[in-house]
């Protein structure tokens, strides 16, 4: 199948950026010939090494570092220039370019654009991928799915390990899609379980303050460990305010000598680099939205073997499934402290039973699963 993937959100690092690379790399694996859709003048920040068609319709649209005001304009600007992409889309589908377009990281407002576009009557299937349904988009998600019911070509997969929407059973443009993990794509080295001495933690991603950073680094910097520990903190900041609070921690803990910062984005070999470096990962995030959409970092934990020190509502059915770590208690500094040593003083001992979690979640949430469920999905 020639599979186009429309891509239109600019990013300036992370999870999507990976997930755009999966579909492209799994599906050429599986004997497929992936390309993007994409506005004039797209920023990719990869090469990802697949054909490039331009839509008419204007140039992506990006919201980082401006106000609520203006937000609000590029927002309305964005709705126009989606309707144009999606029809430019569908003008490609019906002179034979592809023989499915994924949209691979949508919304409902996707869904309400799509509506007035004449990409709903679209010749070839096209799949819209949900990361997660938070309850208050919930209403307007299913009202979306169930205002696309009639039209035979559009699909609507939701990524992540929500799966009760009894709202959606009479619907049959509506899936369920299990996240996959992410791997290495650039390095020689297979991933595998292993740890060093001293103990390597990670704390990596795009920085925000819901990321409990700074509760974190208090129960770091009190915890007594056994053996010694070393901390890498990675953070990629978009706004000038988390820019200027990741840089007040930084000079807050410069003292400490088993404590690096790296206040950058880290992108392909780079990124892959450092998180096969690490022994663990740190995610003690505090925001509800890890309850209901896919973490891409617990993801990449799983996918490089990193066993996890996560919140407890990220993902929880995972943790519960498979033993690849432990979910810790955030009342109180100091109750998070004493599980952050449990869980590095323990570590050695409780390797193997990390090991063969991590096998079993790997398998599980493979890329080759993902895209046989796509595929399942757009009729192959």
Partial sequence: MNIAILESIVMPAGHEVEFDRILVEEFKRQGHQPCFFVPNNYPFKLNYKVPVIVLEGGEAISYAGVGKLKKLWLSLQRE?????????????????????????TSSWRGMRSLKKSTLRNSPVPVLFMMHGIMPKDRENFIKGVKSL???????????????????????????????????????????????????????????????????????????????????????????????????????????????????????????????????????????????????AMLFNAIGYFKPVLQSPEMSPEIIKEFDIGIAVDLESIETFSKQLESFVNSFKERADNYRSGLNAANEKYSQKNLIKNILKIIGR
């Fill in 80 to 104: 126009r220039r989606r309707i144009a992409w999606f029809d430019s889309a569908y003008e490609h589908a019906i002179k034979g370019v592809c023989d499915a377009i994924i949209i691979p």
């Fill in 149 to 295: 019911k009639a039209f035979s070509n559009i699909h609507i997969g939701v990524l992540g390990l929500q799966v009760d929407f009894p709202e959606l059973d009479d619907c049959p443009n509506f899936h369920t899609i299990l996240p996959p993990v992410y791997i290495p794509m650039d390095l020689d080295a297979e991933p595998e379980f292993f740890f060093h001495v001293p103990l390597k933690l990670g704390f990596f991603g795009q920085y925000r303050k819901e990321k409990n950073l700074e509760f974190f680094l208090q129960a770091f910097v009190t915890a007594k460990f056994v053996n010694p520990v070393e901390l890498l903190v990675q953070g990629a900041t978009v706004t000038q305010e988390d820019s200027n609070d990741f840089k007040r921690l930084e000079k807050k803990y410069s003292t400490y000598d088993n404590i690096k910062f790296l206040h950058k984005n880290l992108i392909g070999t780079e990124w892959q680099k450092e998180l096969m470096a690490c022994d663990a990962i740190l995610m003690p995030y505090g925001a509800e939205r890890y309850r209901y959409q896919p973490s």
